[in-house]
C-alpha cells in the first residue's frame, strides 16, 4: 500500500468522526429533522417561531444543480460590486503576487538547491491531495453524511463540491487566456504565450492543485472552523504543503500557487455569501453545524 494512501486514510479518520459528531448550538433548539432541504416549502414552527428551512442546506436535485449555475454567475460578477475594503484585500493579493513574481527565480533557484530524496518521498506522497484525492474525499465524506443522515455533513460535501467545480471553471479559463510557461522549461519567470496556444509546456497560471486543495479546505474550514478550531489549522496546513510540494516538484512558480490559493479562497468564501443571501430571503441565516 501506498503512504500517500495511508495520508488519505488518517484524513478521512480524522474528519469524518468529527463531522458526525458536530452538534447544534443554536438556542432555538428546533427538532434535528426540522430543517428541510433547500427548496422545499418553508413551515413555521410555532413552538419556537423559526422557519423550519431558515438554513439552506442542499441535497442533489434540480435545485442544487440550479444553484451552481447561479454561484458562477454571482462569483464572476463580485469585482463589479466590490467595496474599499474588497479592492484593499485585492491589493494585497495582487501586490503579494508581483512581489513573489519578482522573485520568483529566486525562489525556484532555491528550492532546487536543497532538494534531497527524503523530501521528494514526502511531497510525492502530498501531491495528489491537490487533484486526484481531493473528489475522492469530497465523495466519501458525502456518502457518509447520506447513510449517517448527517445533514450538515451532506450539505458541506455539496457545498465543497460546488466551489470545486466552479473554481476549476475559473482556474481552466484563466490557464487558457494568460499563458505561462512552467519553470519546468525554463528558468525566466516572464515567459508567457499568446492566449489559446495550445502547447501544454504555457499551463503554469495559475496552480490548479493548489485551487483544488484550498477550495476543498476553507469550505471545510469555515462550516466546522467554530466548532472544531483544529479543522481550519489541518485544513490550511494541508493546503499549504500541497502548494510547497507543487514547487519543490518544480511544476509552478511560487506566484502560482499564490494566486491559485487567493482564488480558491475567495470562491468558496464567495459561495457561502451567495448561500447565506438565499437563506436571509427565507429566514434567519445561521450556518453552524447541525447534524
Known amino acids: 500500500m501506498r503512504t500517500s494512501h495511508y495520508f488519505l486514510y488518517c484524513t478521512l479518520l480524522l474528519l469524518v468522526p468529527c463531522c458526525l459528531m458536530a452538534q447544534d448550538k443554536d438556542s432555538t433548539k428546533v427538532a434535528k429533522d426540522s430543517l428541510p432541504a433547500f427548496g422545499n416549502t418553508p413551515k413555521l414552527d410555532t413552538a419556537t417561531n423559526v422557519t423550519q428551512d431558515s438554513v439552506i442546506r442542499y441535497r442533489v436535485n434540480g435545485t442544487y444543480l440550479k444553484s451552481i449555475i447561479q454561484d458562477l454567475g454571482y462569483t464572476a460578477s463580485r469585482p463589479f460590486h466590490w467595496q474599499g475594503r474588497d479592492f484593499a484585500k485585492f491589493g494585497v493579493v495582487m501586490g503579494t503576487a508581483g512581489l513573489l513574481m519578482a522573485g520568483d527565480y ?10 534531497s530524496s527524503g523530501l521528494t ?14 473528489p475522492y474525499l469530497i465523495g466519501v465524506l458525502y456518502l457518509t453524511g447520506v447513510v449517517a443522515k448527517n445533514r450538515n455533513l451532506e450539505h458541506a460535501s455539496l457545498m465543497a463540491a460546488k466551489s470545486l467545480l466552479i473554481s476549476t471553471a475559473l482556474y481552466t479559463t484563466a490557464k487558457i487566456i494568460i499563458r505561462r510557461q512552467r ?8 515567459s508567457y504565450s499568446a492566449p489559446f496556444n495550445g502547447d501544454k509546456r504555457f499551463t503554469s497560471f495559475p496552480s ?84
Open 208 to 291: 490548479g492543485h493548489m485551487l483544488t486543495v484550498t477550495s476543498v479546505a476553507t469550505a471545510f474550514a469555515e462550516i466546522y472552523g467554530k466548532d472544531y478550531p483544529w479543522v481550519p489549522w489541518a485544513a490550511y496546513g494541508l493546503a499549504t504543503l500541497t502548494g510547497a510540494t507543487r514547487m519543490y516538484q518544480n511544476r509552478h512558480w511560487s506566484s502560482d500557487v499564490w494566486i491559485g490559493a487567493s482564488l480558491g479562497w475567495f470562491v468558496t468564501r464567495t459561495v457561502i455569501r451567495s448561500q447565506r443571501r438565499h437563506s436571509v430571503k427565507k429566514g434567519t441565516y445561521s450556518l453552524q453545524v447541525v447534524p
Open 121 to 134: 518521498k514526502v511531497t510525492n506522497q502530498i501531491e495528489p491531495f491537490g487533484n486526484a484525492y481531493s
Open 106 to 115: 529566486e525562489i525556484k533557484q532555491f528550492i532546487q538547491r536543497n532538494r
Open 183 to 190: 519553470p519546468t522549461t525554463t528558468d525566466h519567470p516572464f
